[in-house]
């Protein structure tokens, strides 16, 4: 079983930044993709970044420019740093992690979710 937890959420003024982080434990060997996704009210869940374990990033055409997708693989942990947010950035962000080997060399290929942080960003 995997369990992702997500921190660093909260309140900044448009213009501002903040840096996300999330990290996954259980008995893993390795994760093959992670990402961040957000979900504004009344709104679908949309990819904002994602990073592969060789470190090949994609964004969301919205947050390029302004948001950088980390990852550290011997730790299993995702950042997502956020330079000028913007109010349209208001959402619950959630920490995703796709293709993850065991340390028993099990491979599940279904996603794993984070419960979510919230960020606000006030005009």
């Known amino acids: 079983q995997v369990q992702l937890v997500e921190s660093g959420g909260g309140l900044v003024q448009a213009g501002g930044s903040l840096r996300l982080s999330c990290a996954a434990s259980?008995?893993?060997?390795?994760?093959?993709?992670m990402g961040w996704y957000r979900q504004a009210p009344g709104k679908q869940r949309e990819l904002v970044a994602s990073?592969?374990?060789?470190?090949?990033?994609n964004y969301a055409d919205s947050v390029k420019g302004r948001f950088t997708i980390s990852r550290d693989n011997a730790k299993n942990t995702v950042d997502l740093q956020m330079n000028s947010l913007k109010p349209e950035d208001t959402a619950v962000y959630y920490c995703?992690?796709?293709?993850?080997?065991?340390?028993?060399?099990?491979?599940?290929?279904?996603?794993?979710w984070g419960k979510g942080t919230l960020v606000t960003v006030s005009s």
């Open positions: 995703n992690a796709e293709g993850v080997t065991t340390l028993l060399r099990n491979y599940y290929g279904m996603p794993y």
């Open positions: 259980g008995r893993i060997f390795s994760i093959n993709r």
């Open positions: 990073i592969t374990s060789d470190a090949s990033t």
